[in-house]
């Protein structure tokens, strides 16, 4: 897979670049640079608005690539994808477009610890702005949440259940569909945010019976500033647009207007057309590999780098140990973790340091910080070998003896 990346072939520091940061953002292939790059080089206008050849060219591309997105994530009709910017975009439409509409005091929104700020503040405002009250799923020592404390928060005044599909720091994978169950039985929808699980395992959104589903490109090999929001019709159909302006109107009088069918109404604007094409492509390349064979190497993988890094003496790993997505988040020691990541350059090897944008968690977790190595297609064992292998260099660096 690592021939399909041209950014992949260079050195860092003197050293082969080892790319483990794939839960901030994946690296693009060859075949998705080259449809973008065709898109500005052949087809580049605006959509659904010229009737000149290049206008229906890239209105067909970009409608072309909504429907994929549609068959990915198995969604009934491609009027229920809405293209946005990322998940961040997508679960502000529905915490500033459904959530501000239907919400009155005393009703609850019920969350987890583990969100990314993505999936947490929309809802803090949302409460705020309606008298709703934020609710928390308690998590497990393993960084897991059971259906018992399911059971137990979600009650029947909760509106929405909001939740991740799999966790950017912790690797827990949620089970949405059973969460989804408990929701629906009580009279909530259910939002999950898929950032960091569309491009890692198949995802059915019929299946898992979801009311809006978020996913961001940029983390499934397509370009940054395109993620697509899936939502049930009914749902969709009943909220107002959050952004007004051009593409979305039906008509417009001097004093009021009225706004274009599913799904256009919630596109205002020229949208993300380049990107669209780029997520296109993406899904095209994620399709011929194949979920299920990422998923299996991903967990092998895993399991490898687990077995790994518990090797190494003063390193801690956080999460569950045994059914988890393909990362894994550390500290080592009383190193810091942006000490950790520097160091970690000097020798090549990319990960993220910091909160991961999930601060609560942070502190749940009892840390300011920790450092994430994240695996994706084009990752192998030689990279958690070299991963293993700096970590100790890092450890003498900063005064540890050597593990022997």
């Given at each position: 897979?690592?021939?399909?990346?041209?950014?992949?072939?260079?050195?860092?520091?003197g050293h082969p670049l080892?790319?483990?940061?794939?839960?901030?953002?994946?690296?693009?292939?060859?075949?998705?640079?080259?449809?973008?790059?065709?898109?500005?080089?052949?087809?580049?206008?605006?959509?659904?608005?010229?009737?000149?050849?290049?206008?229906?060219?890239?209105?067909?591309?970009?409608?072309?690539?909504?429907?994929?997105?549609?068959?990915?994530?198995?969604?009934?009709?491609?009027?229920?994808?809405?293209?946005?910017?990322?998940?961040?975009?997508?679960?502000?439409?529905?915490?500033?477009?459904?959530?501000?509409?239907?919400?009155?005091?005393?009703?609850?929104?019920?969350?987890?610890?583990?969100?990314?700020?993505?999936?947490?503040?929309?809802?803090?405002?949302?409460?705020?702005?309606?008298?709703a009250t934020l609710k928390?799923?308690?998590?497990?020592?393993?960084?897991?949440?059971?259906?018992?404390?399911?059971?137990?928060?979600?009650?029947?005044?909760?509106?929405?259940?909001?939740?991740?599909?799999?966790?950017?720091?912790?690797?827990?994978?949620?089970?949405?569909?059973?969460?989804?169950?408990?929701?629906?039985?009580?009279?909530?929808?259910?939002?999950?945010?898929?950032?960091?699980?569309?491009?890692?395992?198949?995802?059915?959104?019929?299946?898992?019976?979801?009311?809006?589903?978020?996913?961001?490109?940029?983390?499934?090999?397509?370009?940054?500033?395109?993620?697509?929001?899936?939502?049930?019709?009914?749902?969709?159909?009943?909220?107002?647009?959050?952004?007004?302006?051009?593409?979305?109107?039906?008509?417009?009088?001097?004093?009021?207007?009225?706004?274009?069918?599913?799904?256009?109404?919630?596109?205002?604007?020229?949208?993300?057309?380049?990107?669209?094409?780029?997520?296109?492509?993406?899904?095209?390349?994620?399709?011929?590999?194949?979920?299920?064979?990422?998923?299996?190497?991903?967990?092998?993988?895993?399991?490898?780098?687990?077995?790994?890094?518990?090797?190494?003496?003063?390193?801690?790993?956080?999460?569950?140990?045994?059914?988890?997505?393909?990362?894994?988040?550390?500290?080592?020691?009383?190193?810091?973790?942006?000490?950790?990541?520097?160091?970690?350059?000097?020798?090549?090897?990319?990960?993220?340091?910091?909160?991961?944008?999930?601060?609560?968690?942070?502190?749940?977790?009892?840390?300011?910080?920790?450092?994430?190595?994240?695996?994706?297609?084009?990752?192998?064992?030689?990279?958690?070998?070299?991963?293993?292998?700096?970590?100790?260099?890092?450890?003498?660096?900063?005064?540890?003896?050597?593990?022997?």
């Open positions: 897979m690592k021939s399909e990346f041209p950014i992949l072939h260079q050195d860092i520091n080892v790319y483990l940061d794939n839960a901030a953002t994946t690296q693009k292939p060859r075949s998705v640079i080259e449809a973008v790059k065709k898109y500005y080089e052949w087809d580049n206008a605006n959509v659904h608005r010229g009737v000149h050849t290049l206008g229906s060219r890239a209105t067909d591309a970009y409608e072309g690539a909504r429907e994929k997105v549609a068959r990915f994530i198995n969604a009934p009709a491609s009027r229920q994808v809405i293209f946005t910017r990322g998940t961040t975009t997508a679960l502000n439409i529905v915490a500033s477009g459904y959530a501000r509409q239907t919400l009155r005091e005393g009703d609850e929104i019920v969350i987890t610890p583990m969100e990314h700020h993505s999936n947490l503040i929309p809802w803090q405002q949302a409460a705020k702005a309606t008298g928390y799923i308690p998590l497990q020592p393993d960084g897991t949440i059971s259906l018992e404390d399911v059971e137990e928060t979600v009650t029947e005044r909760t509106k929405i259940v909001s939740i991740t599909y799999v966790s950017n720091v912790l690797g827990t994978i949620n089970p949405i569909a059973k969460i989804a169950e408990i929701a629906h039985r009580k009279g909530a929808i259910i939002v999950v945010d898929g950032a960091q699980s569309t491009p890692h395992i198949k995802v059915d959104v019929q299946a898992l019976d979801v009311d809006f589903y978020s996913l961001s490109g940029h983390k499934m090999c397509a370009p940054t500033g395109i993620g697509a929001l899936y939502g049930k019709a009914q749902l969709l159909e009943r909220m107002e647009p959050v952004e007004f302006g051009g593409e979305m109107i039906d008509f417009v009088e001097l004093q009021d207007s009225t706004w274009k069918e599913l799904p256009w109404k919630f596109e205002g604007g020229t949208p993300i057309i380049a990107g669209a094409v780029g997520l296109g492509a993406a899904i095209d390349f994620l399709e011929q590999i194949g979920l299920h064979n990422i998923d299996q190497h991903e967990k092998k993988l895993t399991r490898y780098a687990m077995e790994r890094l518990s090797n190494i003496d003063g390193l801690t790993i956080y999460g569950p140990r045994e059914e988890r997505a393909g990362l894994v988040t550390f500290n080592l020691g009383d190193v810091h973790p942006h000490d950790v990541a520097t160091v970690l350059d000097t020798e090549g090897i990319a990960v993220r340091a910091g909160h991961h944008c999930c601060q609560p968690l942070m502190r749940w977790l009892k840390v300011s910080a920790t450092a994430r190595a994240s695996f994706y297609l084009y990752n192998t064992e030689q990279d958690v070998d070299r991963l293993a292998e700096a970590l100790v260099k890092t450890k003498e660096f900063f005064g540890y003896e050597p593990i022997r």
